[in-house]
Structures are given as C-alpha cells and as structure tokens.
C-alpha cells in the first residue's frame, strides 16, 4: 500500500506571493491533517479535514487555507507568504478524524521564503 | 488545554545504554499519549501510544514507554541504544478522540559508538 504523498518537496518562494501544497493520503483514508513543524515552534496543528469538511483549526491566521476533494486528496494554500512561513509543511492521514487513531505523516514539503 | 513537556532538547548515549527520553503532559481528562519518531528528512512514524489499558505500552523498534498518571508523565525507554536508533523523537497528546494532537517540542537522540 503506497503512503502519503506530498507534492512538491521542495519550493522556493518570494515574499508576497502564494503557494499552494498538495497531500495524497493513503487509499480508504479520509482524514487528512497538517502540519507546521520549525526549528523554534515545534509542530504546529494547521487544520484536520474528513470527507470534505474542515473538522478542526489551528491558531493560524487567515492567510492560511486548506480543503479537501471528494477523492480525499487534500490542498493547503498559503497566501502573501512572510519570511516566517518558512517551514516542513507535514500532512498526515488516518482512516478515521478520530486522534487516538495511529496517523501515517508524509516526507512533507519543505517552504523556504525568501 | 493540553501540553507537552520534553525534557532535554538533545539527549546523546551510548550504544548499547539505555536510552531515556522524558514526557510530561497537561491534560485536565484521561489523556490519549503518543511517541513519534522522525529519521533525517522524512515523516513522523507512530512508536508507540497509549489510549485505555495496560500502563506499560511496547511499541516497535524495542521501545516502551510507561503511562503513570500520578506524575502526568509517559517516558520513552529502550534498553539498549542501537546507532539506528539515532533521530529526533516526538512526545504527543489528545484530551479526546474528537481534538487534534498537541505535540512537544522533540528531543534529538545522539548515539555515539
């Protein structure tokens, strides 16, 4: 069985603009997390989606999106990218949106904004 | 709500020592406690967790951590460091099925040959 995938793995942007980043989790699973892991916060909780709906938020500003297709692949946007931003943007999925659930995390894509 | 403490940001043993990495929680319910393990430029894999049960949880790699509510705390051993061993180890917790995970800050395991 193949595992969560993310796409890109590395990218490199400027400040202002926008990026979006894509996670596949594996096959039969719907719920999809992410998260923000830095060197001085640790990892931080993004958002949680199942079947399509957003079921939890972190504590991030509005510039950061995410949503979830019907195939429960899921898309994270963020948009006027600040230096800090940078960052190992981690998705994870499990079978169900509940977190006692063991979640499979992807290799993550790793932001530098410059 | 919950938090994570991990004591040590960086640990560094021997091979062939005992390996021991500290987890304190905060949790105002009976907790959901997780160890995650992260090698160089991958993702997190589950260790070991603990929901309902036995207080002594096995996990893989020959971990195990124990659950001791008293102390809120749930440390991570492994009686003999292999040099495979070596990345950076994540303590979690959840106050319910229905909340994210709250994850510490990682300690980074060191083995020295």
């Known amino acids: 069985k193949a595992g969560v995938t993310q796409t890109p793995r590395y990218l490199i942007k400027t400040r202002g603009q926008q990026v979006t980043l894509s996670c596949s989790p594996i096959s039969g699973h719907r719920s999809v997390s992410w998260y923000q892991q830095t060197p001085g916060q640790g990892l931080q909780f993004l958002f949680e989606y199942f079947s399509e709906t957003q079921r939890n938020k972190g504590n991030f500003p509005g510039r950061f999106s995410g949503r979830q297709f019907s195939n429960s692949r899921s898309e994270m946007n963020v948009s006027t990218l600040e230096l800090g931003d940078s960052a190992l943007y981690l998705c994870?999925?499990?079978?169900?949106?509940?977190?006692?659930?063991?979640?499979?995390f992807g290799p993550g894509t790793r932001l530098t904004v410059l | 709500a919950q938090s994570v403490t991990q004591l040590g940001s960086h640990v560094s043993v021997s091979e062939g020592a005992l390996v021991l990495l500290r987890c304190n929680y905060s949790s105002s319910v009976p907790p959901y406690l997780f160890w995650y393990v992260q090698y160089p430029n991958q993702g997190l894999q589950l260790l070991l967790k603990?929901?309902?049960?036995?207080?002594l949880v096995k996990g893989i790699n020959g971990f195990e951590a124990e659950f001791k509510k008293s102390e809120t705390s749930f440390h991570l051993t492994k009686p003999s460091a292999h040099m495979s061993d070596a990345a950076e180890y994540f303590c979690?917790?959840?106050?319910?099925?229905?909340?994210?995970?709250?994850f510490g800050k990682g300690t980074r395991l060191s083995v020295i040959a």
């Open positions: 994870a999925s499990s079978s169900t949106p509940t977190s006692y659930n063991e979640q499979f």
């Open positions: 979690a917790v959840s106050d319910s099925g229905n909340t994210p995970l709250v």
């Open positions: 603990y929901t309902t049960g036995a207080t």
